[in-house]
């Protein structure tokens, strides 16, 4: 198994500082980090020295490592040179990924745009994943291996997430027949069983996906036969957001998404 990490959407409202704090006092010694803002409520980071002279003081004084930072969403006419200052940061405080979701539906322009992504990321040392899930432009595995091959750039890969992979209509098999060795991280989590196709509007999938995860271990989904197609080396990024557990403090969130890993895997390697 490669590292085991907690993803910032698991405690998104914690900001970037609190999220190193709280992955931490978990029990993580890895974190993912938003520092390409998406939502309204995101923190901004980047540019502002005193806000970057906290992160790094706080990865310094936890000795976290960054496992992958978001969210890059491939989006029509997309500037991606102006995506220099958060790669640069990135890459400074020794993240390995970048996490780029898919929102234009042009084909040709959404692999040009994740070329140049690529190539910029690749000046930073960090490797761009493709991030597929049922309600964005690329909504399945193969969709997804379809642009990282197209792309043809060594840094080129593929991210997994176990709910999108159920709620696209994916499975394991999947993932080892379209993306043998190119996918290097996993965004972990449960969840119930896949409701019939078509019977979620992709608003409620996407409130799923941001609000109702559950825990690895607490539901339906096929986490060991996942992890066995992903092979050993896989990163493990735990991506489990809850309105049941947002009453919680933002530590107390992060061990009881630390305990529940460490139960998956502890049962697996037993």
Not at 107 to 112: G, N, S, V, Y
């Given at each position: 198994?490669?590292?085991?990490?907690?993803?910032?959407?698991?405690?998104?409202?914690?900001?970037?500082?609190?999220?190193?704090?709280?992955?931490?006092?978990?029990?993580?010694?890895?974190?993912?980090?938003?520092?390409?803002?998406?939502?309204?409520?995101?923190?901004?980071?980047?540019?502002?020295?005193?806000?970057?002279?906290?992160?790094?003081?706080?990865l310094a004084r936890t000795g976290l490592g960054v496992l992958e930072i978001?969210?890059?969403?491939?989006?029509?006419?997309?500037?991606?040179?102006?995506?220099?200052?958060?790669?640069?940061?990135?890459?400074?405080?020794?993240?390995?990924?970048?996490?780029?979701?898919?929102?234009?539906?042009?084909?040709?322009?959404?692999?040009?745009?994740?070329?140049?992504?690529?190539?910029?990321?690749?000046?930073?040392?960090?490797?761009?994943?493709?991030?597929?899930?049922?309600?964005?432009?690329?909504?399945?595995?193969?969709?997804?291996?379809?642009?990282?091959?197209?792309?043809?750039?060594?840094?080129?890969?593929?991210?997994?997430?176990?709910?999108?992979?159920?709620?696209?209509?994916?499975?394991?098999?999947?993932?080892?027949?379209?993306?043998?060795?190119?996918?290097?991280?996993?965004?972990?989590?449960?969840?119930?069983?896949?409701?019939?196709?078509?019977?979620?509007?992709?608003?409620?999938?996407?409130?799923?996906?941001?609000?109702?995860?559950?825990?690895?271990?607490?539901?339906?989904?096929?986490?060991?036969?996942?992890?066995?197609?992903?092979?050993?080396?896989?990163?493990?990024?735990?991506?489990?957001?809850?309105?049941?557990?947002?009453?919680?403090?933002?530590?107390?969130?992060?061990?009881?998404?630390?305990?529940?890993?460490?139960?998956?895997?502890?049962?697996?390697?037993?």
């Amino acid at each position: 198994m490669g590292v085991v990490s907690l993803a910032a959407l698991t405690i998104l409202d914690a900001g970037p500082v609190g999220q190193v704090d709280a992955a931490h006092a978990g029990g993580f010694d890895h974190v993912g980090l938003r520092l390409q803002p998406l939502l309204p409520t995101d923190q901004k980071i980047v540019g502002l020295p005193e806000r970057e002279a906290a992160l790094t003081g706080a990865l310094a004084r936890t000795g976290l490592g960054v496992l992958e930072i978001g969210v890059f969403p491939l989006r029509p006419n997309m500037d991606v040179q102006a995506l220099s200052p958060v790669l640069a940061f990135s890459h400074r405080i020794g993240a390995r990924y970048v996490v780029c979701p898919v929102e234009d539906d042009d084909a040709p322009r959404r692999l040009e745009t994740f070329r140049a992504l690529c190539d910029l990321a690749e000046t930073c040392g960090l490797r761009a994943l493709i991030e597929f899930n049922p309600y964005s432009a690329c909504r399945t595995i193969a969709e997804a291996m379809e642009i990282v091959r197209a792309a043809d750039r060594a840094n080129a890969a593929a991210l997994v997430d176990a709910l999108h992979l159920s709620r696209s209509g994916g499975s394991p098999d999947d993932v080892a027949r379209h993306a043998a060795g190119m996918v290097p991280l996993v965004h972990l989590c449960d969840a119930p069983p896949a409701p019939a196709r078509g019977s979620k509007s992709e608003d409620e999938l996407r409130k799923e996906s941001r609000t109702a995860r559950l825990l690895p271990g607490e539901g339906a989904l096929w986490l060991d036969e996942l992890l066995d197609a992903l092979g050993p080396q896989v990163d493990v990024s735990v991506e489990a957001p809850s309105a049941r557990h947002a009453h919680l403090p933002a530590a107390e969130r992060a061990r009881l998404a630390y305990e529940a890993t460490a139960a998956l895997l502890a049962r697996r390697n037993g």
